[in-house]
């Protein structure tokens, strides 16, 4: 079964850090391009990283550039997120899914296998 789960939120005080990990099972993630994603409610789901696993393209939304970084463990089959930095507006809930293709051409409705997501709250 192809899936994506992701894990590591929680609550952090402005200023910390989270490291949050989407393993993925059922596939191996070479051929693919792989998403962090964000939502609050009532917004539309955000893109904040991104990293084709075959030559390692990444991006990042200008909110998290410098604060965020994604990376790979192929051992594990598992990709993390680190955040540091973190402000209150990082709260949301982060989700991760794949697609195909270089990340600057794909959109949010490219990408599937959505895994059920982590929260992560940014609070004193």
């Known amino acids: 079964q192809v899936q994506l789960v992701e894990s590591g939120g929680g609550l952090v005080h402005p200023g910390g850090s989270l490291r949050l990990s989407c393993k993925a099972s059922?596939?191996?993630?070479?051929?693919?391009?792989i998403g962090w994603f964000r939502q609050v409610p009532g917004k539309e789901r955000e893109r904040v990283s991104c990293?084709?696993?075959?030559?390692?393209?990444?991006d990042y939304a200008d909110s998290v550039k410098g604060r965020f970084s994604i990376s790979r463990n192929n051992g594990e089959n598992t990709i993390y997120l680190q955040m540091n930095n973190l402000r209150p507006e990082d709260t949301a809930n982060y989700y991760c899914a794949k697609t195909v293709g270089h990340c600057a051409v794909t959109s949010t409705r490219d990408f599937g296998s959505w895994g059920p997501g982590t929260q992560v709250t940014v609070s004193s």
């Open positions: 990293i084709r696993i075959i030559d390692r393209d990444t």
């Open positions: 059922g596939f191996i993630l070479d051929p693919w391009t």
